[in-house]
């Protein structure tokens, strides 16, 4: 399997970075992982330490490539949140600690990914973004109902509301899992928190894989840099992880 990968976090004007992100690879598979503490609530970024290293042990301790991708997807952030939710069992419910995430599991040529909250999954193919996830926010099922335009969810007044996270409540919250997302040559697969997609528009997003640019680890530090001066000054924690396909 050959890919290039890329990691980026900035503090952006926060006073503490909550963000916790991981490209982990093997010779049959690669895992990226993004979680984002969540700042309204106590040990935000205990949260997502947490839920990076469980995920991230399960795919070291499994055998490669993986037999049951949305299986083990499932069944890691499933783990990630029960160990989250035992971090604040002694808190009252309002203040447990709590995180959004997103992970991507890539072989075999395809790439299958889950995600809780508005951590978001990019596929930029050719300079355009191909697909991505969907949010689970209440700006997004305004979007949905078409209520309101993408444009117009960009500065929406409760873009920041998530409807579902890890931790906090015991149940397992609600995930997104993909089908197999075939990749071509030159395919970029991105994983980031909310500081680094909001206020940026999908077309700002591809330019993580601009035709004919192979530098990843240049292009993920502009996006970053991108949305620090548009969030300025009040930018989030900016975090993302990228994968470039090469081939088989």
Avoid at 2 to 13: F, N, P, W
């Amino acid at each position: 399997m050959q890919i290039e990968y890329a990691k980026v976090s900035a503090l952006g004007d926060r006073q503490d970075n909550q963000d916790r992100a991981a490209v982990v690879v093997s010779d049959e598979a690669a895992l990226m992982l993004v979680f984002d503490g969540m700042g309204g609530h106590s040990d935000g970024a205990k949260a997502a330490e947490t839920g990076l290293k469980v995920v991230q042990e399960l795919f070291m301790e499994a055998s490669q490539p993986i037999f049951d991708p949305q299986g083990f997807l499932y069944m890691a952030l499933s783990k990630a949140h029960d160990e989250v939710v035992r971090l604040g069992a002694d808190v009252a419910v309002d203040f447990r600690p709590r995180a959004t995430c997103a992970i991507c599991l890539v072989q075999e040529g395809g790439a299958y990914w889950a995600h809780i909250g508005d951590s978001r999954i990019y596929q930029v193919r050719d300079g355009a973004v191909l697909s991505r996830s969907r949010d689970h926010s209440h700006v997004e099922v305004l979007i949905q109902e078409g209520a309101i335009s993408e444009e117009e969810a960009l500065d929406h007044p409760m873009r920041n509301f998530v409807e579902c996270c890890i931790g906090g409540d015991a149940p397992v919250p609600d995930m997104s899992i993909t089908n197999r997302k075939s990749l071509e040559r030159g395919d970029v697969l991105l994983d980031c928190s909310d500081g680094l997609w909001s206020g940026l528009s999908d077309a700002d997003m591809a330019e993580i894989g601009a035709p004919g640019d192979d530098n990843l680890v240049e292009n993920l530090k502009s996006l970053s840099m991108k949305a620090l001066n548009v969030n300025s000054p009040y930018s989030d924690n900016t975090t993302g992880t990228a994968i470039r396909w090469i081939g088989i």
